[in-house]
């Protein structure tokens, strides 16, 4: 009876560095976590809302006959975001560094004007795979008046990206009723 409670010991020892080897083998390589670096370019917009999430591609936005395309064709035909291993990136004629903050969840675009003052646009990284990324800007709340609380002058253009998906695949109900607006930008490898 020992003789084979001790073979069934051993022949579960032995299956069992079978299986570890088979399942973490050393052909068996981790896979390396997904970077920013690299070029993407623009394939659509979005809204997030405190009720609903909105995405429209480019082509999307560009038939809408109540959106001024205007942005939006120039973003299509042009503009794509190159961010380098050394922390220097390009979209169209912008140059500036990048960094990642908040364990990658963040990211800064920093540019300086032509008297060398920064300006620092901070994005959350909503999503990041290997051939796909979203940013999303800042967060706009509505006041009790339901007016979107914009801030100074440069969050204009953030507001206006925060409204652009939900005007093309959304109501002006959808809108009234949200409490919050942040837009995203949507790329692709």
Known sequence: ????????????????FTACE????????PQA?????????????????????YEATLQEIKSTPKIDTT?????????????????????????GTWKTKDSNKTIDLITKDNTGKESVQTF???????????????KFTKNASGNIEAGDFSDLPFMLLGSLAIGVKGSQKEFDDA???????????
Request: hydrophobic share 45%.
């Open 22 to 29: 088979q399942k973490f083998g050393s052909d068996v390589t």
């Open 33 to 53: 976590p997904v970077s920013i670096v690299g070029k993407w370019s623009i394939s659509g917009f979005g809204t997030i809302t405190n009720i609903k999430t």
């Open 1 to 16: 009876m020992k003789k084979i409670t001790l073979f069934i010991i051993i022949l579960a020892t032995i299956v069992s």
């Open 71 to 95: 942005m939006v064709s120039a973003l299509a035909t042009g503009v794509s975001f190159d961010f380098k291993q050394d922390g220097t990136y390009a979209a169209g004629k912008t140059v």
């Open 179 to 189: 409490t919050f607006l942040q837009g995203t930008l949507i790329f692709k490898r």
């Open 124 to 138: 959350s990284v909503l999503e990041l795979t290997a051939n796909s990324l979203k940013l999303g800007s800042k």
